[in-house]
C-alpha cells in the first residue's frame, strides 16, 4: 500500500505531479530511489518523443568568481517562457551555473556530466523533462578567462555576456559593464577584425558578390568590389569598431582610450534566447 506521506515525499524530491508520483511508487513497490529512476526514464522518453521541439525560451546566468579572473555564461532553454519564468527553473539554472564557476569545466558535455545532488547535471535535465512535461536542454556554457573579467545579465534573464579585459580597477570596471551591455544591445561577432572567423570573412564577400552582381558589376571586378565592403562590415559587427552605444559621437575603440592607457579588451561571449 504506498501512503500519501510516500507520495509526497516523493513529490518533494523530484517536483513531479502527485499522479505520476504514485504510479512511479506503485510500479517500484514503495521504493523510492527506483520510483525516482522510474520518473527519469519517463523523462527520457519524453526528451527523445520531444526532441524535435524548439526550446527558444529559457533563462541565461553569467556569473564571475571572487577574484573577478574568470567567469561563465550558461543557458538553460525550455519550450515556453511559462516554464522560464518559474522560480524553480531559474533557480535551478542559477544552481547549475554556481556549478560551472566552481568547476570551470573545459566544454558543455563536461558541465553536463558534474554531479549535482547525487546525479549529473545531464541526468537532473533529462529528469526535469519528464517533470515539467517539455523539452529542456542545458544548450550553452561559455566560459572566459582575464585580468578582469564583468559580467552582464539582460533584464529577464534573456541574455548574458561576460567581457574580459587586460586591465584592473574601478573605472576599467565601469566600462566593463558598459561594453557588456554593447555586446548584449549590438550583438558583435568578434572583439576586432583580425579576430573575426575566416568562415565569416568567406561568407560576407560572397554575399558581397552577389549583390555586385545583381547590380550587373562586371564579373571580374566582383570580388574586389565586395572586399571593398568589408570595411561597412566590420565597423558594424566588431566590438571596437561599432559605434558606442552610450555616445554615438565615439566608436567602442575611441571609448576605451577614454578610459585609461592600454586598457584593452581580451575577449568576450555572449548567449541569448532565441
Same mark, same amino acid.
Given at each position: 500500500m504506498i501512503s500519501a506521506q510516500d507520495v509526497k515525499k516523493l513529490r518533494d524530491m523530484t517536483n513531479a505531479g502527485m499522479m505520476?508520483? #504514485? @504510479? =512511479?511508487l506503485t510500479e517500484a513497490d514503495g521504493d523510492l530511489e527506483k520510483a525516482i529512476e522510474i520518473l527519469r526514464k519517463k523523462g527520457q522518453k519524453l526528451s527523445l518523443k520531444r526532441a524535435e521541439r524548439e526550446a527558444k525560451e529559457g533563462v541565461v546566468i553569467a556569473l564571475v568568481s571572487e577574484d573577478q579572473k574568470r +567567469?561563465? $555564461?550558461?543557458?538553460?532553454? *525550455?519550450? /515556453? !517562457?511559462f516554464v522560464s519564468k518559474n522560480e524553480d527553473f531559474i533557480q535551478l539554472t542559477k544552481d547549475f551555473a554556481q556549478l560551472a564557476l566552481e568547476n570551470f569545466p573545459a566544454s558543455r558535455e563536461e558541465l553536463l556530466g558534474l554531479k549535482f545532488n547525487g546525479i549529473s547535471i545531464g541526468e537532473k535535465v533529462v529528469e526535469q523533462v519528464g517533470v515539467i512535461g517539455e523539452k529542456i536542454e542545458?544548450?550553452?556554457?561559455? #566560459?572566459?578567462? =582575464?585580468?578582469? &573579467? $564583468?559580467?552582464? $545579465?539582460?533584464?529577464g534573464y534573456r541574455a548574458g555576456v561576460i567581457v574580459g579585459l587586460n586591465k584592473e580597477g574601478e573605472q576599467v570596471e565601469e566600462a566593463g559593464k558598459n561594453l557588456a551591455m554593447q555586446v548584449a544591445a549590438m550583438k558583435p561577432v568578434a572583439v576586432?577584425?583580425?579576430? &573575426?572567423d575566416q568562415s565569416i570573412v568567406e561568407k560576407e564577400i560572397e554575399i558581397g558578390?552577389? @549583390?555586385a552582381r545583381r547590380e550587373g558589376k562586371p564579373e571580374q571586378m566582383l570580388e574586389k568590389i565586395a572586399k571593398g565592403k568589408l570595411g561597412k562590415f566590420f565597423k558594424e559587427s566588431t566590438l571596437l569598431g561599432q559605434a558606442y552605444v552610450k555616445d554615438s559621437s565615439l *566608436? &567602442?575603440? !575611441?571609448?576605451? #582610450?577614454?578610459v585609461g592607457d592600454g586598457v584593452a579588451v /581580451? +575577449?568576450?561571449?555572449? $548567449? =541569448?534566447l532565441g
Open positions: 505520476d508520483c #504514485k @504510479q =512511479a +567567469g561563465i $555564461v550558461i543557458r538553460l532553454s *525550455s519550450e /515556453t !517562457d542545458l544548450s550553452d556554457y561559455e #566560459k572566459l578567462e =582575464a585580468d578582469l &573579467v $564583468v559580467p552582464y $545579465v539582460h533584464m576586432d577584425q583580425e579576430d &573575426v558578390m552577389e @549583390q *566608436s &567602442v575603440r !575611441d571609448y576605451l #582610450k577614454s /581580451t +575577449g568576450f561571449r555572449h $548567449v =541569448a
